[in-house]
């Protein structure tokens, strides 16, 4: 019998992940009924949203049932199809989990065209983290030229495309990072005006210096210390595109003193899920894809090799290890 390896939810973390919550399994793939047809999944992401699916908590999406396949996005090839709109041999998008096969009946499959950019971009930056930092830019913070953006985890998948896109639109960047390398990628590679290193103990006097004309659009990925740090940089009338707050999804603290500027600089804060937002997908992904092509949108990955190198990457991932989008490559 034909089996492929999954990975599942083995137990809900109290705290920090650890491989212990995880566990390897080999199932038989299963037979196709009419209408479903089977991917082989090339690259798994992992993203940081799978921290909150693993707890059983009341959030903007269920948990992550205990002894199913984890939660994940995909890229794949059909390998066997009995529904009328795939073939064999075509390249999709899918949620299809952390496992090496998935099964689908089409709903909300991705075509993809290897061949415009490689198939693993349509997880970062031509996928969901490229238009995470897409609407947060265009629909939250609409900064115009000459203004200054500061995003956090700069050079992570979302922050390494939310900094070059405001770039594009002649708006001064600054990210923060952790770390002398990633700061250094960040403005070498990527063309940030410039890094702030949080890890350097110094991060208001950094950000201060870094910021000499204020802070008129927040990115914040991070939460806490990061972004209280950017609040007290802000103009009046400046927004806050509110995309995620790690620092706190592995349940620690993450307290933050300058609230009262939100009312002092008449701050506008908008929190945000991009899987609310299908309707801009197609326009910002056909955007974000032409860029990539041209060359004017630069990416990294991190590649983890094997399905079993998932959970010790995806901690990885919750401890800053990565550089750019978090990949685990399966075939
Ligand atoms: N709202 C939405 O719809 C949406 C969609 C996608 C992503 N997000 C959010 O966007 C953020 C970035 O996601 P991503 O996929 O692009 O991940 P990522 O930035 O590629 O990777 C996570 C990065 O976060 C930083 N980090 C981890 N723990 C931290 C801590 N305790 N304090 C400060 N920084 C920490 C690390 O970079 P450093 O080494 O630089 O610290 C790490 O590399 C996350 O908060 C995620 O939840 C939101």
Redesign the pocket.
Known sequence: MNTYQRIVLAARPQGEVTPHHFRLETVPVPDLAEGQLLIRNHYLSL???MR?RMNDARSYAAPQALGETMIGGTVGEVVASRHPSFAAGDFVAAMGGWAEMAVSDGTGLRRLDPAAVPLSAYLGVVG??GM?AW??LNRILETQAGQTVCV?????????AVGQLAKLRGCRVVG????PE?CGYVVRELGFDACVD??AGNLRADLKAATPDGIDGIFE????E?FDAALARTNPFARVA?????????G?DIPMRNVRLLLANRITLR??????HLDDWPAGLAELGALVAAGQLKYRETVAQGLASAPDAFIG??????????LVKLV
């Open positions: 993203d940081p949203y909150g969901m983290p995470t609407y947060g956090s985890a700069a050079s992570g998948a979302v922050g390494s923060i990072a952790g770390g990633k949080y890890r990925n991070v939460g806490g990061v509110l995309c995620g707050m790690i620092a706190g999804y592995d620690a929190g945000f899920i991009v899987t609310e991932l919750l401890k800053g290890r990565n550089v750019g989008k978090q």
